[in-house]
């Protein structure tokens, strides 16, 4: 079946430093991917569409200068925290739909990340 | 606006017993609805979904859920839980006015006791 690929799994970096997650469909083009955030015991907050070739759409109250998307490929996407803070860390979850608009959507196994 | 609603933060059934999980769904049009699951430090598996058609939709590991018009209900359950079941479970609703953009539910918690 269709995969999302994930990377890394777990990272964790200092205070002010950048952080790239890479996204990747591997049996599969993917025009839109979607980028989400997951906090302890929460649900999944949508941060934004990634679309290829093109600028992402951004979710109302995140920041695009700091949550970074290029969507450069039809097989990658990568989010970039930019001068991570402590409140930065939490689980980002990557996601594209492998077929058709009825389609359900398969996922990464997220990065947890954590600023120190 | 789309919104997903999830009742129970958490559930327990002792192994063997059915398993519920409850749904409801708020949509202005027709509603595509997922249900995903998700362990420990992992993304989200897909279970099952509902688009059209017949109200039992049959997933996953033995896993259904029934599609309620009028209750705007989509609540998954399993016949006989297992204790590999236990893990976060997310009803998610896609409208086609919305475009692409699933909306989550809060996510209930399974707890299966051996």
């Given amino acids: 079946g269709a995969v999302v690929s994930q990377h890394p799994s777990r990272v964790i970096c200092k205070s002010g430093t950048s952080v790239k997650i890479e996204c990747r469909s591997l049996d599969f083009q993917a025009t839109t ?3 989400y955030r997951q906090f302890p015991k929460q649900s999944l907050m949508l941060m934004a569409t990634s679309n290829e070739g093109s600028k992402a759409t951004y979710e109302q109250g995140v920041e695009k200068d700091k949550f970074l998307i290029n969507h450069a490929s039809l097989t990658l996407s990568t989010l970039t925290v930019t001068s991570a803070h402590p409140e930065d860390s939490s689980f980002y979850i990557c996601s594209a739909r492998p077929g058709r608009e009825v389609d359900g959507y398969t996922f990464g196994s997220g990065t947890r990340l954590t600023v120190v | 606006a789309q919104s997903v609603a999830q ?3 958490q559930v327990n059934v002792a192994e063997g ?4 999980v409850k749904c409801t769904y708020s949509v202005s049009g027709n509603p ?3 249900w995903y699951v998700q362990y420990p430090n992992r993304g989200l598996q897909f279970l099952l979904k509902y ?5 039992l939709v049959k997933g996953s590991y033995g896993f259904e859920a029934e599609f309620n018009k009028s209750q705007t209900s989509f609540h998954l359950k399993k016949p006989s839980a297992l204790v590999s079941d236990s893990a976060l479970y997310f009803c ?3 409208e086609k006015a919305a475009g692409n953009k699933l909306t989550f539910g809060g996510g209930t918690r399974v707890l299966v006791k051996p």
């Fill in chain 2, 92 to 94: 998610a609703v896609r």
């Fill in chain 2, 17 to 20: 017993n059915p398993l519920t």
């Fill in chain 2, 51 to 55: 688009i059209t058609g017949d109200n």
């Fill in chain 2, 7 to 9: 009742p129970e933060d």
């Fill in chain 2, 32 to 34: 595509y609805l997922f």
């Fill in chain 1, 33 to 35: 991917m979607f980028w």
